[in-house]
């Protein structure tokens, strides 16, 4: 099984920064990893598929990139609603799997 | 407009079975995979089953195999979930899942339900 490690668990930044979230897969999967946000009582929301293409309707100060085992989720210009916790997924390999989450506190 | 409403969540005992529902609207159901995500309090998420569009193939994580069923009512647009012999380690929020893809037996997911809170307990 394909195991997804992301650093950090949890980040504090202010409005307008710049962060950046790590997503490792432990073998490659090509492209084949999505980003998730999900506030607080509420169900995930996919942003980013297939490692940069964003998902309609999501702000474009969202942007992933990598490939093979190593990916990136960078929000700009961080707003106020941007707090919540940002998921990975890889769906390159059955079983799908999740990373533990990084929780990004404004 | 896509929507996926879940239900069926509840209290239940060790040893216990519950049925959990997810009515979708906005689309067929039977040309997209469909997937449970469960998530428990405080924790990160764990894909538990899904069900291919098209057709009757379903998958299980390890941790639920024989004891959690998939399955899918095409007519009225309704996939379940039964789970048998729930144990503590069950008890978790349980999202239903749109694939993105209707080609993709293993997907990201573009549509979620609100959710339905399944509680083991003595």
């Known amino acids: 099984d394909v195991q997804m490690t992301q650093s950090p668990p949890a980040l504090s930044a202010s409005v307008g920064d710049t962060v950046t979230i790590t997503c490792r897969a432990s073998?490659?999967?090509?492209?084949?990893l999505a980003w998730y946000q999900q506030r607080p009582g509420k169900a995930p929301k996919l942003l980013i598929y297939k490692a940069s293409t964003l998902e309609t309707g999501v702000p474009s100060r969202f942007s992933g990139s990598g490939s093979g085992a190593e990916f990136t989720l960078t929000i700009s210009n961080l707003q106020p609603e941007d707090s919540a916790t940002y998921f990975c997924q890889q769906f390159e390999t059955a079983p799908l799997s999740f990373g533990g989450g990084t929780k990004v506190q404004i | 407009e896509v929507q996926l409403v879940e239900s069926g969540g509840d209290l239940a005992q060790p040893g216990g079975s519950l049925r959990l529902s997810c009515a979708a609207s906005?689309?067929?159901?039977?040309?997209?995979?469909m997937s449970w995500v469960r998530q428990a309090p405080g924790e990160g998420l764990e894909w538990v089953s899904t069900i291919i569009g098209g057709g009757d193939k379903t998958f299980y994580a390890d941790s639920v195999k024989g004891r959690f069923t998939i399955s899918r009512d095409n007519s009225n647009n309704i996939v379940s979930l039964q789970i048998d012999n729930l144990r503590a380690e069950d008890s978790a929020i349980y999202y239903c899942?749109?694939?993105?893809?209707?080609?993709?037996?293993?997907?990201?997911?573009?549509?979620w339900g609100q959710g339905t809170l399944v509680s083991v307990s003595s």
């Open positions: 899942a749109k694939a993105q893809s209707p080609t993709l037996w293993v997907p990201a997911f573009d549509y």
């Open positions: 073998q490659g999967i090509g492209r084949w």
């Open positions: 906005g689309f067929d159901i039977n040309s997209y995979a």
